[in-house]
């Protein structure tokens, strides 16, 4: 799932006030369901190279809000949004080019973006990254590394690393197996609200018994 609009400006002390206020113009917009506006305000910002904005108005053509829907325009400026630096951005890029909605398929472009938004502190990049190592998709297949993404985005609250950690504990996957360890996973998980972790956990407590 990509991660939507940024309701709040993440702004630059030092930012030129003129598309600056024309974020916060955007936001303003986007929150009152102004979408024309709102992507008209974006789109001035952007051009004035503000990542935050150019970031907004991609995911508002990747949704068709307030513009046409064009996967490749939100390609485009996810990508400028992304060389701005902007996490999100890379991590929505790394999305498509998974998906190859808007944009050839490339796995390994999709890796690449998806790690880099990791080694910036990104939680969904880190669990996007460990489900590639943990598939062998776009990178060679590593379970410890896996293991180590999922452990790192689950003690961060992440409810799908808690899940898979467990699958891994469970299947003796990049670490010794342990269905202690996997049941304890699964019931996190599931008191986060995921489905397939209550189910897991529920049949995985009956085998136990």
Same mark, same amino acid.
């Given at each position: ?30 929150e009152k369901s ?19 904005? =150019? ?26 949004? =992304? ?6 951005? =890379? ?33 969904r990049g880190c ?60 019931q996190k998980a ?20």
């Amino acid at each position: 799932m990509k991660k939507i609009l940024h309701l709040l400006a993440f702004l630059v002390l030092c930012a030129p006030l003129s598309y600056a206020d024309d974020l916060m113009d955007g936001i303003a917009a986007y929150e009152k369901s102004d979408y024309g506006s709102a992507a008209a305000f974006f789109q001035t910002a952007c051009e004035a190279n503000n990542a935050e904005a =150019c970031y907004n108005l991609a995911n508002m053509y990747d949704a068709g809000l307030g513009v046409y829907k064009d996967d490749a325009k939100a390609v485009a400026l996810f990508t400028k949004a =992304c060389e701005g630096d902007f996490s999100d951005a =890379c991590y929505n890029l790394g999305m498509m080019y998974e998906s190859g909605e808007g944009v050839a398929k490339d796995t390994i472009k999709a890796f690449t973006l998806f790690y880099k938004t990791c080694e910036n502190g990104h939680t969904r990049g880190c669990y996007n990254t460990a489900l590639m190592y943990y598939k062998g998709n776009g990178v060679q297949q590593n379970y410890a590394r896996a293991f180590e993404l999922f452990q790192k985005t689950c003690n961060e609250g992440y409810e799908k690393s808690c899940y898979n950690l467990g699958v891994m504990y469970r299947n003796g996957q990049g670490a010794p197996k342990d269905l202690n360890k996997a049941l304890l996973l699964y019931q996190k998980a599931c008191e986060q609200g995921l489905s397939i972790a209550c189910d897991k956990y529920g049949k995985l407590k009956s085998e136990m018994q």
